[in-house]
């Protein structure tokens, strides 16, 4: 019998003492490794409530790990009924995990969160965890108000004519509430909630933890690079000073962009907790009914978000790196007709100029179907073999497929994919997973809720790819990345990317005119079927009134 079947056969009560002398031991743990002090009596208390949820993130993970173990046991690996057994567990584990992420609130939300806007994971998690954007309960304005008076100073009459107790938006770390300083200038104040820090050391160590007891149970199922990459983002967003900064930043790169808006921060009263920034009105991106009222059609915002994203990070290498809903507004003032403001800009990436270039690269590749391209750039991103499947994850083709850039594969291809898929194991998937650059994580991940967000505005996918098909070559050519070398090189150079850039101009005007052919095609065929209907009809009329008389 194994080390896990072992465990699950033990009693009720000494399987909760092994779950909570876990929890005691990586609390402590936790709080050991602190910077900050905390008065005795709110130690005991945070201690306290991290045993409690630790131990109950320890059991849940337990309970789902058991789940997997038996439920899949004896089963052929590909099989019909394993598949379908595999189905049901993913679905049973992401409800689990999702009460375990709304009773322990904060980071685990986060964290769930952060799961669902993962396209790697199976579908019945993203699914299932994707309610966690609209879970968050608001905090007690009494506590809001402590963290304001001792960032901002005791009188808070003296910085605002009014202050809303009610808050505006509420999410897993902070809350925003809408006020009026003393020069009359409208601000939205986000609000960092207490002792947030402890808790993000506690909840972080947990997860690692859980992460590699489950490869120790399922080595093929390997999470630590999740959790790693959320463990990187999650400091990043507790501290405002640094958020502030990234706002100006995009601001700034977007200055001469007439649809993007970001709100100006006010820094005399912005800390590393409190962040003031300029209030703007608008509705969420992907507020159909909302947009059809104010008269902005949605396709035109899907088109708009998606280039603005596309030239962060082909172009800027500084990508926004939680672009869901709630984090940018539509509103209907600006020279378009609408704007785009962008909000919580605590997580940001950074792309060093090599990947950004190779990035680039990429997706020229992918225009083009240059398979070998392709995969020597795999072997820079460092993934291998795995790069075979970058036109499917990015595309929706595969490596050798023959179609045009945003139409569907062959009935050949898709029967290609699937016996190519079925031959892949969930270790294939991990190792990928693992070999990935952390900027290329937090790319897919960025990609992922742009996807869901076009897909919530009824535009086509075919936006985004030639979006980022023009901003890859945008982001190639000498305009964009002036090199100071010696004049012929320099004129070499340039010479050589402005002929690339032309070629792949060239495919994209083509796959333009191929797009509205269809689109014509498809108009007069539409129109001839009409006119024959009608046509049909008019003779059925004349031949029964011809047979009444």
């Given at each position: 019998?194994?080390?896990?079947?072992?465990?699950?056969?033990?009693?009720?009560?000494?399987?909760?003492?092994?779950?909570?002398?876990?929890?005691?031991?990586?609390?402590?743990?936790?709080?050991?490794?602190?910077?900050?002090?905390?008065?005795?009596?709110?130690?005991?208390?945070?201690?306290?409530?991290?045993?409690?949820?630790?131990?109950?993130?320890?059991?849940?993970?337990?309970?789902?790990?058991?789940?997997?173990?038996?439920?899949?046991?004896?089963?052929?690996?590909?099989?019909?009924?394993?598949?379908?057994?595999?189905?049901?567990?993913?679905?049973?584990?992401?409800?689990?995990?999702?009460?375990?992420?709304?009773?322990?609130?904060?980071?685990?939300?986060?964290?769930?969160?952060?799961?669902?806007?993962?396209?790697?994971?199976?579908?019945?998690?993203?699914?299932?965890?994707?309610?966690?954007?609209?879970?968050?309960?608001?905090?007690?304005?009494?506590?809001?108000?402590?963290?304001?008076?001792?960032?901002?100073?005791?009188?808070?009459?003296?910085?605002?004519?009014?202050?809303?107790?009610?808050?505006?938006?509420?999410?897993?770390?902070?809350?925003?509430?809408?006020?009026?300083?003393?020069?009359?200038?409208?601000?939205?104040?986000?609000?960092?909630?207490?002792?947030?820090?402890?808790?993000?050391?506690?909840?972080?160590?947990?997860?690692?933890?859980?992460?590699?007891?489950?490869?120790?149970?399922?080595?093929?199922?390997?999470?630590?690079?999740?959790?790693?990459?959320?463990?990187?983002?999650?400091?990043?967003?507790?501290?405002?000073?640094?958020?502030?900064?990234?706002?100006?930043?995009?601001?700034?790169?977007?200055?001469?962009?007439?649809?993007?808006?970001?709100?100006?921060?006010?820094?005399?009263?912005?800390?590393?907790?409190?962040?003031?920034?300029?209030?703007?009105?608008?509705?969420?991106?992907?507020?159909?009914?909302?947009?059809?009222?104010?008269?902005?059609?949605?396709?035109?915002?899907?088109?708009?978000?998606?280039?603005?994203?596309?030239?962060?990070?082909?172009?800027?290498?500084?990508?926004?790196?939680?672009?869901?809903?709630?984090?940018?507004?539509?509103?209907?003032?600006?020279?378009?007709?609408?704007?785009?403001?962008?909000?919580d800009h605590g997580t940001y990436r950074t792309l060093d100029e090599a990947f950004?270039?190779?990035?680039?690269?990429?997706?020229?590749?992918?225009?083009?179907?240059?398979?070998?391209?392709?995969?020597?750039?795999?072997?820079?991103?460092?993934?291998?073999?795995?790069?075979?499947?970058?036109?499917?994850?990015?595309?929706?083709?595969?490596?050798?497929?023959?179609?045009?850039?945003?139409?569907?594969?062959?009935?050949?291809?898709?029967?290609?994919?699937?016996?190519?898929?079925?031959?892949?194991?969930?270790?294939?998937?991990?190792?990928?997973?693992?070999?990935?650059?952390?900027?290329?994580?937090?790319?897919?991940?960025?990609?992922?809720?742009?996807?869901?967000?076009?897909?919530?505005?009824?535009?086509?996918?075919?936006?985004?790819?030639?979006?980022?098909?023009?901003?890859?070559?945008?982001?190639?050519?000498?305009?964009?990345?002036?090199?100071?070398?010696?004049?012929?090189?320099?004129?070499?150079?340039?010479?050589?990317?402005?002929?690339?850039?032309?070629?792949?101009?060239?495919?994209?005007?083509?796959?333009?005119?191929?797009?509205?052919?269809?689109?014509?095609?498809?108009?007069?065929?539409?129109?001839?079927?009409?006119?024959?209907?009608?046509?049909?009809?008019?003779?059925?009329?004349?031949?029964?009134?011809?047979?009444?008389?």
């Amino acid at each position: 019998m194994t080390t896990s079947n072992k465990l699950f056969m033990l009693p009720a009560k000494l399987k909760t003492t092994i779950y909570l002398l876990t929890a005691t031991g990586l609390t402590f743990h936790a709080a050991t490794n602190r910077s900050d002090s905390l008065p005795f009596s709110n130690t005991i208390r945070t201690a306290y409530e991290g045993v409690v949820r630790s131990s109950r993130a320890i059991s849940t993970i337990a309970f789902t790990v058991a789940d997997y173990k038996y439920s899949l046991h004896g089963l052929p690996t590909g099989s019909e009924d394993y598949l379908h057994e595999l189905s049901e567990v993913h679905l049973r584990s992401a409800s689990r995990i999702l009460k375990l992420c709304e009773t322990n609130k904060g980071f685990y939300i986060k964290a769930g969160q952060f799961v669902a806007a993962m396209r790697q994971v199976p579908e019945e998690y993203s699914s299932t965890l994707s309610s966690l954007q609209d879970q968050v309960i608001p905090c007690d304005f009494k506590e809001i108000k402590q963290v304001l008076t001792s960032n901002l100073g005791q009188d808070l009459f003296k910085i605002f004519n009014s202050l809303d107790e009610q808050p505006i938006a509420a999410a897993s770390i902070a809350q925003v509430h809408h006020a009026i300083l003393r020069d009359n200038h409208e601000v939205a104040i986000k609000v960092q909630y207490p002792g947030l820090e402890h808790k993000m050391r506690l909840d972080t160590t947990i997860m690692s933890f859980l992460s590699k007891s489950i490869a120790w149970f399922f080595p093929e199922y390997r999470f630590e690079w999740m959790v790693s990459e959320f463990a990187r983002a999650i400091p990043l967003e507790l501290d405002f000073i640094q958020e502030a900064k990234n706002s100006e930043r995009t601001a700034e790169n977007f200055r001469n962009n007439d649809v993007v808006r970001v709100p100006q921060v006010f820094w005399d009263f912005t800390t590393s907790e409190v962040l003031t920034m300029e209030f703007c009105q608008g509705c969420k991106v992907d507020d159909l009914k909302v947009l059809k009222e104010i008269k902005v059609n949605p396709i035109k915002v899907a088109k708009a978000l998606v280039e603005v994203f596309a030239e962060m990070i082909f172009i800027h290498g500084f990508v926004h790196g939680d672009p869901h809903p709630g984090n940018m507004l539509v509103s209907p003032e600006g020279q378009n007709g609408f704007s785009l403001v962008l909000l919580d800009h605590g997580t940001y990436r950074t792309l060093d100029e090599a990947f950004r270039v190779n990035y680039c690269q990429l997706w020229k590749a992918l225009i083009l179907l240059d398979s070998n391209k392709i995969q020597h750039l795999g072997e820079q991103f460092g993934v291998g073999k795995y790069s075979i499947y970058f036109p499917l994850i990015f595309t929706g083709r595969t490596i050798n497929s023959k179609s045009v850039l945003g139409t569907g594969m062959s009935v050949e291809e898709k029967r290609q994919l699937k016996h190519d898929l079925n031959s892949l194991k969930f270790e294939d998937i991990s190792s990928f997973m693992e070999s990935l650059p952390p900027n290329f994580l937090a790319i897919l991940r960025t990609d992922g809720l742009l996807r869901s967000i076009i897909r919530r505005l009824g535009a086509p996918q075919r936006i985004r790819l030639l979006a980022y098909a023009k901003y890859a070559l945008y982001g190639l050519s000498p305009k964009f990345n002036p090199k100071s070398d010696f004049a012929v090189k320099a004129m070499y150079y340039r010479f050589k990317a402005m002929t690339s850039y032309l070629q792949l101009k060239l495919v994209l005007e083509t796959l333009e005119l191929l797009f509205w052919m269809r689109k014509v095609k498809q108009f007069v065929l539409a129109l001839l079927r009409k006119i024959t209907g009608i046509s049909t009809s008019l003779l059925t009329i004349s031949l029964s009134g011809t047979v009444q008389h």
